[in-house]
């Protein structure tokens, strides 16, 4: 069959031609765009017609626009030979399938049909919210550090030595941000939430024995990544990837005197800042998908904790610690985000892109996120009991 996808904002249309007939996943493809509606296929088995059946045509069309679709690297001259690695994986969608799959993983255990979250993530993809934003990366850092910095706060509490929390934990943050970016081939996005991560993180060295709101250090990684990409601000993934990311490292940083940890803010506070963001991008983009709003209600605040933990989890197993109910909990995790997975590519779901926007509204909708995201952020530092902004 023939798919169309449209890239945000409107410059590039990817057709994709292939026919899955049988199950299983089909061949990568090295794709080479030689300029205005032309293709090449390199690789992907096309030798012969038994392999050509194997592999899947793709065709990139510039239309209208001119920014590269993956990750926002900038303006992309036409007459340049742009080479861009396309794993392009086609299977059928059969919900009762997914149900049996599910199952499977809570009855025989975590690797039960290869549902861990590494494989669904590379795997399945959900292109929209992860690797596009490079969220993942960033909750997989922010979470394992608070997890380290919490257990030697209270470490340091009872025998009444000090342990380096805010060093080691944002060390353990970013080597498990890093493996990440490793296993997915370093792409653009993920690459940006661990710029971001690591920025905050450097800045938090000078204040190890204040607990501090660290702030600076994500607004100057912020206005890096601005510089070298302008146009990465008009992007609905970069405004979810740092809301999220930002409101994660606000308040793992902010313990409070008694060393409590605000899980309540750590999760509100990013799914906040998106749901205020979303009306915004759905105005200005002209979306034309009302369930997008009732979903993206529903699925952001799901979708947060269970990410969340299960790459916890991966990390776990990664470091080969054996913790007690792991066998159960694992399976359950993965389970319910792949079955989230699935549900998020019904079109329709998300909000769809259908045409450039306008250099007045450009101005407002920049504006305007630039307010909400210092309101929410100052917000959390009163939370938080802090004054530093």
Known sequence: ??????????????????????????????????????????????KDLRK??????????????????????????????MVQKVRTRLKEEKFPEDVAWFLGCLLTGRRAGGADVSKVL???????????????????????????????VLLSRATGRYFFAVPISCACGLISAFFLVFIHSFPPSAVRALTGFAFASAFSFNRCRVRDVVVDGLVFAFFCLLISHPEALFSPSFILSFSVT??????????????????????????????????????????????????????????????????????????????????????????LLMVLMRISEIPGIFVKVTEPPRPVWIVLYSSSLVLIYLSVLSWGLREGGKTRL
Do not use: Q
């Not at 026919?19 to 061949?27: A, T």
């Not at 934003?133 to 909750?139: F, K, P, Q, T, W």
């Not at 940890?261 to 979303?278: E, H, K, M, Q």
């Open 246 to 335: 930002g409101g994660i490292l606000l308040h793992l940083h902010s313990f409070g005197r008694k060393g409590r940890w605000n899980l309540s803010g750590t999760v509100g506070i990013p799914v906040a800042a998106y749901l205020f963001s979303l009306p915004l991008v759905s105005f200005l983009f002209r979306s034309v998908s009302p369930l997008s709003f009732i979903f993206n209600l529903i699925f952001v605040p799901l979708m947060l904790p269970l990410l969340s933990l299960s790459l916890v989890w991966e990390v776990f197993f990664f470091l080969g610690l054996d913790l007690p109910l792991l066998g159960l909990v694992s399976p359950l995790l993965n389970g």
């Open 1 to 46: 069959g023939e798919r169309e996808i449209r890239f945000f904002p409107g410059g590039v249309r990817l057709t994709l031609y292939g026919d899955p007939v049988e199950r299983g996943w089909r061949k990568g493809a090295l794709v080479a765009g030689l300029g205005r509606g032309r293709k090449t296929v390199i690789g992907g088995g096309m």
């Open 52 to 81: 050509m059946a194997e592999g899947v045509l793709v065709e990139i069309t510039p239309a209208r626009g001119f920014f590269f679709p993956w990750g926002g690297e900038g303006p992309v001259s036409f007459r340049e030979k």
């Open 122 to 152: 590379r795997e399945t993809g959900l292109s929209h919210l992860l690797a596009v934003s490079g969220l993942h990366v960033g909750v997989a850092a922010a979470v394992t550090g608070s997890i380290v910095r919490l257990l030697l």
